[in-house]
């Protein structure tokens, strides 16, 4: 016998008695419930299930059979809590469903107008408990989005009803709404009014007023669609709330007023390009004067001559420098010149590179010896690795 779906007529009640028509031991942590009736919405149509308490015990899942058979999920371990025949009480997780009704009727005036506007169709929907993904049959500019972002919230402020319910068959067969896919069985039909007329089986806010605010996050495009990531309601306000705070924390940092934090952002990013410039010409002399100290014949502090290679360990340095240090190293005839980036108590970043052997072979005995990462070609390989500089060389000394 089919559960009786309480939540499609009595969306806004938030708790239910119902008789136990079984229970069973899922695992040894939770328990499978089957009432005659339910509040409970499980999962369906891209939807996470609705939480909550049955009999005091936390409902962690809910799930619809094919024979219309909804099984609550429950974290108790003791069958007799659920005897067959007896009342149960069920109480809602209001704050997590009605947040579910807002982004879904919020989504439902998206794709509403999405259609209406373009003649896109809703290809994928998918609610969870943080944010919503609308995948649509074509692709928008970033001014249509914003302009769809802003005709979907003047739907809200006009505070339109949404009714939900079943058709007659005859009815359905001369009524045009959206849906995803074939349906068998009873449609139920959810209607913005003006806006969009769309089979669905979710609960829904009743006036468009109560979605509150509808944020368009972002946009991913694919070849032909694209996806777009909103919030509605209480997540759109927490959002938003958290972007100010953003905001005015990066309006400190810039010295720059909130509404003009880009320019002080860019601002920023000039300095730190400048100063990079200059950091990076500073290694470029450093590296020339610990060359001109290998070239004298006595080692500095740092380099090590290790069979017929020089290995010299610094402190971090831009890749470039890293490397041009390196190709200079090498045309000093060493059959292997490596520059090792980093310290002990980190890791090292490694370029190695040869004019005479293939660079692979030190890196080789890195990876075996000291699962170091990293490849690259005869000539040069880029590499991480995390040991002490004495093992590493400890290591080095076994390449033959």
């Known amino acids: 016998m089919q559960t009786v779906k309480r939540y499609d007529e009595y969306p806004y009640d938030t708790e239910f008695t119902a008789k136990v028509v079984s229970c069973t031991v899922k695992n040894d ?8 009736e339910t509040l409970f919405f499980p999962e369906e149509g891209g939807q996470t299930p609705d939480r909550g308490t049955l ?6 899942d809910v799930q619809i059979g094919k024979d219309g058979v909804i099984t609550h999920t429950v974290e108790c371990t003791d069958p007799s809590a659920f005897p067959e025949g007896k009342d149960a009480l069920g109480i809602l997780d209001w704050e997590h469903r009605y947040s ?8 439902h005036v998206l794709s509403g107008l999405l259609h209406s506007m373009y003649g896109y169709e809703n290809v994928g929907f998918r609610l969870s408990d943080n944010t919503v993904t609308l995948d649509t049959s074509g692709q928008l500019d970033d001014d249509q989005i914003r302009d769809l972002e802003l005709k979907a919230n003047e739907v809200v402020y006009r505070n339109v009803p949404i009714t939900c319910r079943y058709p007659s068959k005859k009815e359905l067969s001369s ?12 449609v139920r039909i959810v209607t913005i009014e003006g806006v969009d007329v769309c089979a669905c089986c979710a609960p ?5 007023g109560e979605i509150g605010l ?15 990531t909103i919030v509605c309601g209480r997540r759109a306000l927490l959002y ?4 100010q705070l953003q905001a005015m924390e990066v309006s400190h940092l810039t010295n720059a007023p909130v509404e003009k934090i880009a320019d002080g952002v860019q601002r920023f990013a000039g300095e730190i390009a400048q100063l990079k410039e200059k950091n990076r010409a500073l290694e470029d002399k450093y590296v020339s004067l610990r060359l001109s100290q290998i070239q004298s014949g006595t080692l500095p502090e740092g380099a090590f001559a290790v069979n017929d290679a020089l290995y010299v360990f610094e402190d971090p340095m831009n890749n470039l420098s890293q490397r041009a240090f390196v190709n200079a190293l090498c045309e000093k005839e060493y059959r292997f010149a490596g520059v090792f980036c980093g310290s002990d108590a980190d890791s090292y970043t490694y370029i190695i590179g040869s004019r005479s052997d293939d660079a692979r072979t030190p890196n080789q005995v890195l990876r075996q ?4 990462r990293g490849g690259g070609k005869p000539l040069m390989v880029t590499g991480s690795v995390k040991a002490e500089k004495e093992k590493i060389l400890d290591a080095l000394k076994e390449v033959k």
């Not at 009999?55 to 962690?60: D, K, Y």
């Not at 509808?214 to 777009?228: F, G």
């Not at 938003?240 to 972007?243: F, H």
């Open 29 to 36: 942590r939770a328990l499978n419930v089957v009432l005659d």
């Open 55 to 60: 009999a005091g015990f936390p409902v962690v």
């Open 100 to 107: 579910n009704m807002q982004n879904h009727s919020g989504e």
């Open 175 to 186: 009524m045009e709404y959206r849906s995803k896919k074939a349906i068998d069985g009873p």
């Open 204 to 208: 829904h806010v009743r006036h468009t």
């Open 214 to 228: 509808i944020r368009i996050l972002s946009v991913l495009h694919t070849k032909t669609n694209m996806r777009l």
């Open 240 to 243: 938003t709330q958290n972007e």
């Open 369 to 372: 010896n000291l699962s170091a």
